[in-house]
Structures are given as structure tokens and as C-alpha cells.
């Protein structure tokens, strides 16, 4: 059997093809490292968000290409991803916020914190199943209760019902806790 030079393509190993991918990655970020920082600090994250943001565009542009994406322009790619963290980021604050109002009766709304973000959530992991996952749903996913029931397996009005006792419970455990702190 002869083999005609140039009819098949080289074969490369998987350490070839790694190189190629930190290649691609590693190229994105010394040409588009300053603007994607600044892209994000455009859309309103601190320097230090717009850092891990832009970080993690260029691990999924990494991660996205190592499975065998095909990605035609990797700048792009990488300034919607951000676009996209930046925005889930923007979302999953106004759920906190909105969840951080219903707890707390006269709580006058602020920036939340990375301490508050995880008091919040450490006291909603405590709830019971049922309004835990409820919870969840209604605040980090944004599901409507129609949704919410459908997923949980119960009816509309359960599900708002689970809502709203791990509210009242999440309310009370934080006025509790201000109470002691006072």
C-alpha cells in the first residue's frame, strides 16, 4: 500500500492538540486580556469581579475548545461569554436582593455583600427540602410558581405555600439573629 504525501492530515497526539487549545486561549488573552477587563468593568463589575469574569470567558473558551468546539472566531466567542457571566452575575444579585427584601421587613436594600450572599444561602441550605428547593427555584432559578410545581411534582398553590413558609422561617432565623447582634 503506498501512501500519497499530503492525502491524509498529520496525526496529532492529545498533547499536540493541548498545546494548540492553550495556543488559541493564551493568544485571546495577551491580544483581548485588557479589553475584556475592561468590557466587564463596563457592565458594571468591580475590578476584582471583572478579573474572575474574564478569567472564566477564557477557561470556557479553553474548556469549550478542548471538547471539540469548533470556534471560528475565538474573540467573539470570548467578549459573548463574558457578556453573558457579567449578565448572569447582574441577575443572581437582584434574585439575592429581592430574596434579602422579603426576609427582612424596613431592611433597607444595599449592595450585598460576599458575606451576606453566603449567610443567605447557608440559612436557606437549612430549610426543609421542599422550601428549600423551592426557594432555590423562585430566587436563583426565576421560575415562576407554575413552574416550580410542575418540577416539584405538587400543585401552584403548594408551591407558593413552600415559598412563603421558608420565608417566614428565613425572617424569623434573621431576626434572631439581629436581635442578638444588637
Do not use: K, N
Amino acid at each position: 500500500m503506498t501512501v500519497i504525501e499530503g492525502a491524509f492530515p498529520p496525526a496529532t497526539t492529545h498533547t499536540q492538540a493541548g498545546d494548540i487549545d492553550r495556543a488559541i486561549v493564551a493568544d485571546v488573552h495577551e491580544r483581548r486580556g485588557r479589553e475584556l477587563f475592561g468590557f466587564a468593568r463596563h457592565l458594571g463589575m468591580t475590578d476584582e469581579e471583572a478579573h474572575d469574569a474574564a478569567q472564566e470567558a477564557l477557561l470556557r473558551l479553553w474548556t469549550a475548545i478542548d471538547g471539540g468546539t469548533a470556534i471560528e472566531q475565538p474573540d467573539a466567542w470570548t467578549f459573548r461569554t463574558l457578556y453573558r457571566i457579567c449578565m448572569d452575575q447582574h441577575r443572581w444579585r437582584r434574585r439575592v436582593r429581592a430574596l434579602a427584601e422579603r426576609i427582612g421587613p424596613g431592611h433597607e436594600p444595599r449592595e450585598a455583600d460576599r458575606t451576606d450572599l453566603i449567610a443567605v444561602w447557608s440559612a436557606v441550605e437549612r430549610l426543609p427540602e421542599r422550601q428549600r428547593l423551592a426557594i432555590y427555584l423562585r430566587y436563583r432559578a426565576d421560575l415562576p410558581f407554575e413552574e416550580i410545581a410542575a418540577i416539584l411534582g405538587i400543585q401552584p398553590v403548594s408551591a407558593r405555600s413552600h415559598v412563603s413558609r421558608a420565608l417566614d422561617t428565613l425572617r424569623a432565623s434573621f431576626e434572631d439573629e439581629r436581635e442578638m447582634s444588637a
